[in-house]
T-cell receptor
Framework: GEDVEQSLFLSVREGDSSVINCTYT??????LYWYKQEPGAGLQLLTY?????DMKQDQRLTVLLNKKDKHLSLRIADTQTGDSAIYFC?????????????FGQGTTLQVKP | EAQVTQNPRYLITVTGKKLTVTCSQN?????MSWYRQDPGLGLRQIYY???????DKGDVPEGYKVSRKEKRNFPLILESPSPNQTSLYFC??????????FGDGTRLSIL
């Protein structure tokens, strides 16, 4: 079945780069997303990538997609204390014409000053 | 302003007392969903709807009901709540493959 896996915790120092990894099982997934959740808040869409892309860059964020290995990563350059949050990757399985959206368990990013 | 609105934001209730969490979106989105978030488990989809009168089970539908009588509204109903349904609930909507828009969440405690 469809599954999305993430490591649960990452700790970095302020100013370093953070890389959050995600693997998924549905090779036909069309859309892949990264969401951020700050403490006590809802989910905020950070960025997304279509399956026909390898990379997407948006200011400090870089998303890399390796379709062969079904691996997605989010790199945050120059990580700040305000980046401390839980980061979720998510996929819409199949062609995208479905209401399903599958989330990973979330990676808690801790940024130390 | 484009938004998804859930009510209530917080609710403490007792086992067996029926409750409804409302969700409304103003973006004319086709797809709407309900999720529950539990520590270490991420978000799990409860039910989703692809359009009016079209609903389908997600990964954890047991103990929940939904309805989609109008495009903008997608209430979540717990007919006989139990303590294992204590959780943080999110409603969301999207159009096609576009990004999911989330409500602010409803924290439900069932004693």
């Amino acid at each position: 079945g469809e599954d999305v896996e993430q490591s649960l915790f990452l700790s970095v120092r302020e100013g370093d780069s953070s890389v959050i990894n995600c693997t998924y099982t549905d090779s036909s997934s069309t859309y892949l997303y990264w969401y951020k959740q700050e403490p006590g808040a809802g989910l905020q869409l950070l960025t997304y990538i279509f399956s026909n892309m390898d990379m997407k860059q948006d200011q400090r964020l870089t998303v890399l997609l390796n379709k062969k290995d079904k691996h997605l990563s989010l790199r945050i350059a120059d990580t700040q204390t305000g980046d401390s949050a839980i980061y979720f990757c998510a996929e819409i399985p199949g062609s995208g014409n479905t209401g399903k959206l599958i989330f990973g368990q979330g990676t808690t990013l801790q940024v130390k000053p | 302003e484009a938004q998804v609105t859930q009510n209530p934001r917080y609710l403490i209730t007792v086992t067996g007392k029926k409750l409804t969490v409302t969700c409304s979106q103003n973006m004319n989105h086709e797809y709407m969903s309900w999720y529950r978030q539990d520590p270490g488990l991420g978000l799990r989809q409860i039910y989703y709807s692809m359009n009016v009168e079209v609903t389908d089970k997600g990964d954890v539908p047991e103990g929940y009901k939904v309805s989609r009588k109008e495009k903008r509204n997608f209430p979540l109903i717990l007919e006989s709540p139990s303590p294992n349904q204590t959780s943080l609930y999110f409603c969301a909507s999207r159009q096609g493959g576009g990004p999911q828009h989330f409500g602010d969440g409803t924290r439900l405690s069932i004693l």
